[in-house]
């Protein structure tokens, strides 16, 4: 028993950062070599208030990220998306920062959308009223 304890626990420093050491190295060898990869995707409008019409030009933006090589067929690259925040805006005409966001920043990380800045033109709901005919 205490030649099992003595193999744990004597020198648990140098053990914990020898296992911190090969944790970092196995990663990088892993998810180490990234590849930039250009997506298509239309912009999600954050924000948005009940009773207005928000129409974008252009409706659809290309996000280049790097990915690992190794989520490069993953559902998580799938679920990359581009969004702007409408929220506190009136009707008008606004030119709004497309954003691109990640499910998971570290593996594929975002550096660019194109075109970086999309019209977004804001109008209040018109409510159809029609006329009732009496017989």
């Known amino acids: 028993m205490r030649v099992l304890r003595y193999i744990f626990v004597a020198h648990w420093r140098y053990k914990v950062s ?4 090969s944790v970092i190295l196995w990663g990088v060898v892993n998810f180490g070599s990234r590849t930039a990869v ?4 239309y912009v999600d409008i954050e924000g948005q208030k009940e009773g207005y019409v928000y129409k974008i030009e252009p409706e659809r933006v290309d996000i280049t990220v790097y990915v690992v090589e190794r989520l490069l067929l993953s559902k998580f690259l799938g ?3 581009a969004e702007i925040d409408v929220s506190g805006l009136e009707e008008g005409l606004y030119v709004l920062k497309a954003r691109a966001v990640s499910p998971v920043p570290v593996l594929i990380h975002p550096t660019g959308v194109e075109p970086p800045m999309v019209r977004v033109k804001i109008t209040r709901k018109r409510r159809n009223f029609r006329s009732h005919r009496t017989r």
């Open 79 to 81: 679920q990359v998306r």
């Open 18 to 21: 020898a296992l911190a050491i």
């Open 38 to 41: 250009t997506l298509s995707r």
